[in-house]
């Protein structure tokens, strides 16, 4: 039997506030295959981004992040300690954020900071890896790129670094926080369709997190419907698509963006 990329069972998130505490995260269940793309859809608000940190380790403090289980690929992260955590950040997990523009230090050339991500190997080696990931997705003069300062490019091509850096080490799992909302509609586009080839090149698990079905269409595998912290509806993409079952699904198909008139085409649909 093929063991799971990742297996969340029970997680729970908490941001205690002076008497109160606000649960972000309510009794989520996750099961990812390698090579898999899940998708989380929902709202702003609704919980995507800190589950997503909450794999990583990574919510603000102070939280509370509490689980019945939470397995990446055999290695039990909930008794990881830091260090451990450490090696698999950037290497074995890997996350494009939000707004590409303040992912990266303004005063630092892109090309050192591609080369930070990559921590072994002979420099000489590591700027040659580094230009052939800004080739493949799709940057041209990749040369030019290294020597550029964040402010000198465009928020497209920042998100196109920020993809190349969190694929240097060829990660198993890609999570991919709403990497489109910051974007114009035609460049949108573009990154939409350089994920699904990214992910037919390199096999590797996707966590795509989105408010918007009409995105996740094109990449998904599988998605997952979050609402006020807890996943409401959960199955394949064509199910999820065609047959949605909980009303707060059918409100996100009724709201999905219909460029060009209709959403993607799946299953000759």
């Known amino acids: 039997m093929q063991r799971r990329l990742l297996d969340v069972q029970g997680l729970n998130v908490s941001f205690p506030s002076g008497q109160e505490t606000t649960v972000a995260v309510k009794d989520v269940n996750l099961q990812m295959q390698p090579g898999e793309t899940l998708a989380i859809v929902g709202e ?12 990583l380790k990574l919510t603000h403090k102070p939280s509370s992040v509490q689980a019945l289980r939470m397995m990446f690929d055999g290695t039990d992260l909930l008794h990881l ?59 041209p003069d990749a040369e030019r790129q290294m020597h550029a300062y964040p402010h000198t490019l465009s928020g497209g091509m920042l998100q196109r670094v920020m993809i190349a850096m969190a694929l240097l080490n060829q990660p198993k799992l890609l999570i991919a926080d709403e990497p489109t ?41 599988n998605v997952a419907v979050m609402r006020q912290g807890q996943i409401v509806e959960y199955g394949s993409v064509e199910r999820i698509l065609q047959h949605p079952v909980h009303p707060y699904t059918r409100h996100l198909l009724q709201m999905a963006p219909r ?11």
Do not use: N, W, Y
């Open 44 to 55: 702003s608000g609704s919980g995507k981004s800190t589950l997503a940190l909450s794999i």
């Open 81 to 139: 300690p830091e260090r451990g955590m450490q090696k698999l950040r950037g290497k074995d997990i890997s996350m494009v954020f939000q707004d590409p523009k303040t992912a990266f230090h303004p005063m630092m050339p892109l090309g050192k900071q591609l080369l930070e991500a990559l921590p072994q190997g002979r420099r000489r080696e590591k700027r040659q890896r580094a230009l052939e990931m800004l080739s493949r997705v799709g940057l």
């Open 181 to 221: 909302t910051a974007l114009d509609v035609t460049v949108q586009a573009g990154i939409i369709r350089l994920f699904a080839r990214l992910k037919r090149q390199f096999q590797m698990g996707m966590l795509f997190i989105s408010h918007d079905l009409g995105v996740v269409a094109q990449l998904a595998d």
């Open 259 to 269: 460029l060009g008139g209709t959403l993607p085409m799946i299953g000759g649909r």
